[in-house]
């Protein structure tokens, strides 16, 4: 299996972009889907998971409102709406897929991980 996130870029405060994670293999509807991001210099975070099924997501306290998860599992995609971005959004953000409840994903135990897309908000 192997996750490729795409969408990152440069993108004024209050603007909007939309990640893309696209999985290869038989197994993206059997596992739960999460992003997660790491600002220069910080720790990586946990972002938003959805679950296998797409009916239920959960999100940090700091996107809730803005940002939403959501997946197609007839193409093997999850996505990652951003909208009224601040700067403190800026970092690279990583999508990551878990054979685990959506209910932990957030603990950031993960099966597979993507690599990053670069995500910038300028002031």
């Known amino acids: 299996v192997q996750l490729q996130a795409s969408g990152g870029g440069l993108v004024q405060a209050g603007g909007s972009l939309r990640l893309s994670c696209a999985c290869s293999?038989?197994?993206?509807?059997?596992?739960?889907m999460g992003w997660f991001r790491q600002a220069s210099g910080k720790q990586r975070e946990f972002v938003a998971a959805?679950?296998?099924?797409?009916?239920?997501?959960h999100y940090a306290d700091s996107v809730k409102g803005r940002f939403t998860i959501s997946r197609d599992n007839a193409k093997n995609t999850a996505y990652l709406q951003m909208n009224s971005l601040k700067p403190e959004d800026s970092a690279v953000y990583y999508c990551?897929?878990?054979?685990?409840?959506?209910?932990?994903?957030?603990?950031?135990?993960?099966?597979?991980w993507g690599k990053g897309t670069q995500v910038t908000v300028s002031s």
């Open positions: 990551a897929g878990g054979f685990v409840s959506v209910n932990v994903v957030h603990y950031g135990g993960m099966d597979y």
């Open positions: 293999g038989r197994t993206f509807t059997t596992f739960a």
């Open positions: 959805i679950s296998w099924n797409g009916d239920s997501a």
